[in-house]
């Protein structure tokens, strides 16, 4: 199985930006459709950004203008540009991996196969 490892968490002032990134085992561009979700105690997982092999994303309405999705595909890495960072944001970030369209998946985590351990992002007022 694909192997991900997410990193670039930590703590920002509201209005802030960071940038996550996701280190794959292997090329995973190519084959599966990728993506970011989110989840914070208490509430279901929330599909954030993806991105499918074709390279087409979608975004959750509520980062739209200020995310950013995008893979490296000779590093097999995968990024989360965060800008305009809100409180209500705060969150464990994961990567995800997938066999189904990258849309679907969005709205759709249960059929996410391979899942990061995630990485923290707290966003302070």
């Known amino acids: 199985q694909v192997q991900l490892v997410e990193s670039g968490g930590g703590s920002v002032q509201t209005g802030g930006s960071l940038r996550l990134s996701c280190a794959a085992s292997?090329?995973?561009?190519?084959?599966?459709?990728m993506g970011w979700f989110r989840q914070t105690p208490g509430k279901e997982r929330e599909g954030v950004a993806v991105i499918d092999s074709d390279g087409s994303t979608f975004y959750v309405d509520s980062v739209k203008g200020r995310f950013t999705i995008s893979q490296d595909t000779p590093k097999n890495t995968l990024y989360l540009k965060m800008n305009s960072l809100k409180p209500e944001e705060t969150s464990m970030y994961y990567c995800?991996?997938?066999?189904?369209?990258?849309?679907?998946?969005?709205?759709?985590?249960?059929?996410?196969?391979?899942w990061g351990q995630g990485t923290q992002v707290t966003v302070s007022s």
């Open positions: 995800a991996a997938g066999r189904a369209a990258a849309w679907w998946l969005l709205q759709h985590p249960e059929h996410v196969g391979h």
């Open positions: 292997e090329n995973t561009y190519s084959r599966y459709s």
